[in-house]
């Protein structure tokens, strides 16, 4: 599964954006993804993540509510639609793929997961 983020930019606090990531491959619903970030001098750290089904998903505390991940199997993309951004939301954002489409697959640990695409740089200006 090859992963490919997009949708980053500059934006002010208060805005929104959107950001997408697409895979290769024919099972896509087979596995769990989640969007994780990653500020400088800080560890990545996850943000949401959805079932293969796209019928449950989970959230970190910090962006519960002003952050929705979604995703269109027939496209093979999720997206991450970001709203009411702050400041301290400015990172690197990366998307990954777990094997196995289940609520159990949707880790809030990086290791955890099979696929990586690149990041996408998210700047919130204050």
């Known amino acids: 599964v090859q992963l490919q983020a997009c949708g980053g930019g500059l934006v002010q606090a208060g805005g929104s954006l959107r950001l997408s990531c697409a895979a290769s491959g024919r099972t896509f619903s087979s596995y769990a993804m989640g969007w994780f970030r990653q500020a400088p001098g800080k560890e990545r750290e996850f943000v949401a993540a959805?079932?293969?089904?796209?019928?449950?998903?989970r959230y970190a505390d910090s962006v519960k509510g002003r952050f929705t991940i979604s995703r269109d199997n027939a496209k093979n993309t999720v997206y991450l639609q970001m709203n009411s951004l702050k400041a301290e939301d400015t990172a690197d954002y990366y998307c990954a793929a777990r094997m196995g489409g289940g609520y159990y697959a949707t880790s809030l640990v990086p290791r955890y997961y099979n696929y990586w695409g690149q990041g996408t740089q998210v700047t919130v200006s204050s």
């Open positions: 959805i079932t293969g089904n796209g019928g449950s998903t």
